[in-house]
């Protein structure tokens, strides 16, 4: 099975309707759905395309994980991660507990809401346990192989920058020499 399969698709719709897998906003051309990656196609996430991590969110909800992916406070997974903002876990100036506080004001709302749709993720996901699970070793290995591209790409740019320098301070050295001809 792949993600594109129509049993799939068809799964996903049973799952979370026509709605936002987050905040459960329904799916119209208002709220500029996108394809959602469970875990995110992210250095910190590592998710992948397969089936079980790949639904429809809005688009600010898909903005929203997206900073927090960053730091993957509250859980490892990051729709887990995203979902655990309920506003006790977190220091006053978290803007992800903040969004969900805007979407759901009073506090035993949101955090029913919250747990709710974490399980909702949860029975949507049980049937593709096979690719969650390869999915989770891959990221490992992945992970690896990233933090070195990531560490070759600092070190290729540290040494372009200074190439770059040294042309400046030489084009400047230059014009100093010929002005001190004139
Ligand atoms: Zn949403
Ligand atoms: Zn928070």
Not at 80 to 96: A, I, M, Q, V
Not at 116 to 131: I, K, L, N, S, W
Not at 134 to 154: F, H, M, N, P
Not at 166 to 182: E, I
Request: glycine share 6%.
């Amino acid at each position: 099975m792949t993600v594109s399969d129509t049993r799939y698709t068809d799964s996903v719709v049973a799952a979370f309707g026509n709605s936002c897998l987050y905040c459960g906003k329904e799916l119209n051309s208002s709220v500029s759905p996108v394809v959602e990656h469970l875990n995110g196609m992210n250095r910190a996430s590592v998710g992948l395309h397969v089936p079980g991590n790949v639904a429809m969110a809005c688009k600010v909800c898909n903005n929203q994980k997206r900073n927090d992916d960053q730091k993957l406070l509250l859980a490892e997974n990051g729709w887990e991660s995203f979902l655990s903002h309920d506003g006790s876990r977190c220091g006053p100036g978290c803007k992800t507990c903040a969004y969900w506080r805007g979407i759901w004001p009073e506090d035993s709302q949101r955090l029913q809401v919250l747990t709710e749709t974490r399980q909702r993720v949860q029975a949507f996901q049980a049937p593709y346990g096979q690719f969650i699970q390869w999915s989770a070793g891959a990221r490992d290995t992945l992970r690896v192989k990233i933090e070195i591209l990531y560490r070759d790409c600092q070190q290729f740019a540290t040494d372009e920058i200074a190439k770059l320098v040294a042309d400046v301070n030489l084009n400047f050295t230059d014009s100093r020499t010929l002005k001190s001809r004139d």
